[in-house]
């Protein structure tokens, strides 16, 4: 083990309280993204689905001035077990806290082929692969959409 059972319970939180402090004090926003997120916070629910901590989340939000177009957070630490994606029960746990559950009227955008692609495809629920790199799709990968630049989803959608 890498801290050998040295560690204490008081010294694991302090540790955990810097890295929760640390992640809420790097927000480096996607190009397009307050654009992007208030046209869309017009027209459709948005929802933030993470593996990250949900405390953060707001914070970040707030940094770069979205939180007022965000509808909801889900996050991997408000399930019982911790699950996260890109396993189907994730996306069935995200449903249930919405309480909305049409596969056929949901969207996953992300950047991630193997978190949101690949929990879309798990789920059978539509993605969109946001391919900011412009990067070669992998053949086990199916988005339904691909865009390379977030302000595409304005004519897309």
Not at 122 to 144: F, H, K, M, V
């Amino acid at each position: 083990m890498y801290f050998e059972g040295k560690i204490s319970l008081e010294k694991a939180f302090e540790i955990n309280d810097l890295f929760l402090t640390s992640l809420n004090e790097i927000v480096i926003p996607i190009d397009g993204a307050y654009e992007t997120l208030k046209y869309l916070h017009d027209k459709y629910r948005l929802v933030i689905a993470t593996n990250g901590p949900n405390i953060t989340v707001e914070s970040k939000l707030g940094k770069i001035g979205c939180l007022d177009f965000i509808d909801a957070v889900f996050s991997a630490d408000m399930t019982k077990k911790t699950v996260t994606k890109p396993s189907k029960e994730y996306f069935e746990k995200l449903k249930e806290y919405l309480k909305f559950y049409s596969n056929r009227r949901m969207l996953i955008i992300g950047d991630s082929l193997r978190s949101e692609i690949q929990g879309g495809m798990n789920a059978g629920i539509d993605s969109c692969w946001l391919n900011r790199n412009n990067e070669e799709l992998p053949e086990q990968y199916e988005p339904t959409m691909i865009i390379n630049h977030l302000h595409q989803l304005t004519r897309k959608l």
